[in-house]
T-cell receptor, first 115, second 115 residues
Framework: AQSVTQLGSHVSVSEGALVLLRCNYS??????LFWYVQYPNQGLQLLLK??????LVKGINGFEAEFKKSETSFHLTKPSAHMSDAAEYFC?????????????FGTGTKLQVIP | GAVVSQHPSRVICKSGTSVKIECRSL??????MFWYRQFPKQSLMLMAT?????????EQGVEKDKFLINHASLTLSTLTVTSAHPEDSSFYIC???????????FGDGTRLSIL
């Protein structure tokens, strides 16, 4: 069994400020973790992923996330927010290897960037 | 990289109409496709998994006769919403598993509006 909890359905930050989107997971096997971004009426775009190895992963558009096993967390950060970062962000977990494994998504966090 | 093409992007039709959504894997073969449904301001919920050459696997609570899935070839999966009603209005997204440890590849989604 696996699940994802995203704390905060809405997050507002000022342009240039730090972005922090929280994600906690549970998984009965070593997890594969993902962050996706979704713009209105569009599909999901992969920001970054953690499978194995280095726990700090860097993604596109300046985002990064750190896998912390002891805290079962995979928070998404970006040092300086841009207006173009305004979107919905989903954390997701997959139970281990194999692309055919089901993916469970969090409920999403809508990021608002204030000029 | 691998791309999934979903068509149409938007459908508006009258109640009682059946609507077909296509999902194609471009430049790669997908023996499995995932179909998700996303209600406004909510996360993606897996509806079913289509399998080329065999019956689709539906998640609990999803009506098989309502949401017909056909995986006609290694590059095409279709979802038909039969006799659609306003409560079927939603955003439908398909995805194909990635190879090995790679994440899923998502289509751009279909916005279905039933009047």
């Amino acid at each position: 069994a696996q699940s994802v909890t995203q704390l905060g359905s809405h997050v507002s930050v000022s342009e240039g400020a730090l972005v922090l989107l929280r994600c906690n997971y549970s998984s009965s096997v070593p997890p594969y973790l993902f962050w996706y971004v979704q713009y209105p009426n569009q599909g999901l775009q992969l920001l970054l992923k953690y499978t194995t190895g280095a726990t700090l992963v860097k993604g596109i558009n300046g985002f990064e996330a750190e896998f912390k096993k002891s805290e079962t967390s995979f928070h998404l950060t970006k040092p300086s927010a841009h207006m173009s970062d305004a979107a919905e962000y989903f954390c997701a977990v997959r139970g281990g290897t194999g692309g055919y494994q089901k993916v469970t998504f969090g409920t999403g966090t809508k990021l608002q960037v204030i000029p | 990289g691998a791309v999934v093409s979903q068509h149409p992007s938007r459908v508006i039709c009258k109640s009682g109409t059946s609507v077909k959504i296509e999902c194609r894997s471009l430049d790669f073969q997908a023996t499995t496709m995932f179909w998700y449904r996303q209600f406004p301001k909510q996360s993606l919920m897996l509806m079913a998994t289509s399998n080329e050459g065999s019956k689709a696997t539906y998640e609990q609570g999803v009506e098989k006769d309502k949401f017909l899935i056909n995986h006609a070839s290694l590059t095409l999966s279709t979802l038909t919403v039969t006799s659609a009603h306003p409560e079927d209005s939603s955003f439908y997204i398909c995805s194909a598993p990635g190879q090995g440890d790679q994440p899923q590849h998502f289509g751009d989604g279909t916005r279905l509006s039933i009047l």
